[in-house]
């Protein structure tokens, strides 16, 4: 198919030591890591996915991408937005920290489409200036399959978020952090039943994020949130 929107995908740094059974020689080599099923969501959506090296400068990227998706991950540096940590369950990745928040401040200037995915959120919400609540854990499913329905999602009508799933859906829920205050040029579009904030969009610019796992539900080949985002980066390319 021709003139298919290119979708940027960031990773994580790794070492050759972290992969099971990898050659000892090889402990010291980095390794980048992309979950597939990010890309896989793109294809589904007829998009043309491609991942982002941490070492690649991410203006020069951003000149080259119609999309932008920001997966899940480590947790934001608190010191990102002003905090103290106040956990180390899931220890910032300084160097992925940059990257993307630099993707999303070209973003911004480009006015390229992005999607952000749980830590894309925060990242987001960061980026725009808001917090971070750092370890709600008793929200997280975490020893459930990442299938699990763990809990509904509420979309405010006349966002994209609702114009895109309706009223309700159930979401599974893998993360251990929620924003706290929200970011500028951003507006809350989806809520769990106790009120944590799952869905956020910018007030102008074509940039939707969620807290759940779009790409981990068997719903994913169907999900019309990846739609959107190969849609908006048509419209762009
Ligand atoms: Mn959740």
């Not at 203006?59 to 940590?85: F, M, N, Q, T």
């Not at 859906?169 to 970011?183: A, D, E, K, M, Y």
Request: proline share 8%; aromatic share 6%.
């Amino acid at each position: 198919m021709a003139n298919r929107p290119l979708i940027g995908i960031t990773g994580r740094r790794k070492k050759g030591r972290d992969i099971v059974d990898n050659l000892e020689v090889l402990s010291d080599f980095d390794v980048d890591l992309y979950y597939a099923d990010y890309a896989n969501g793109v294809l589904e959506a007829g998009g043309l996915p491609v991942h982002l090296p941490v070492d690649a400068d991410p203006v020069d990227l951003l000149d080259h991408l119609d999309g932008l998706i920001l997966p899940g991950g480590a947790d934001i540096d608190p010191g990102r937005y002003g905090a103290e940590s106040e956990t180390d369950d899931f220890p910032p990745e300084p160097t992925r920290d940059e990257q993307e928040l630099a993707l999303v401040n070209r973003a911004y200037e480009l006015t390229v489409p992005i999607l952000g995915i749980c830590r894309g959120l925060q990242i987001i919400n960061v980026y725009a200036g808001g917090t971070l609540h750092q370890d709600v854990a008793p929200h997280a499913g975490f020893d459930q399959p990442t299938t699990t329905e763990w809990h509904t999602v509420t979309f405010e009508s006349g966002s994209v978020l609702g114009g895109i799933y309706g009223a309700e859906r159930p979401v599974n829920s893998l993360h251990h952090q929620t924003i706290n205050r929200v970011g500028d040029g951003l507006r809350v579009s989806a809520r769990s039943p106790e009120g944590s904030i799952e869905g956020i969009e910018h007030t102008d610019l074509p940039i939707v994020a969620v807290q759940w796992h779009p790409e981990m539900l068997p719903t994913r080949p169907s999900d019309p949130l990846f739609t959107w985002l190969v849609e908006a980066a048509t419209e762009r390319s």
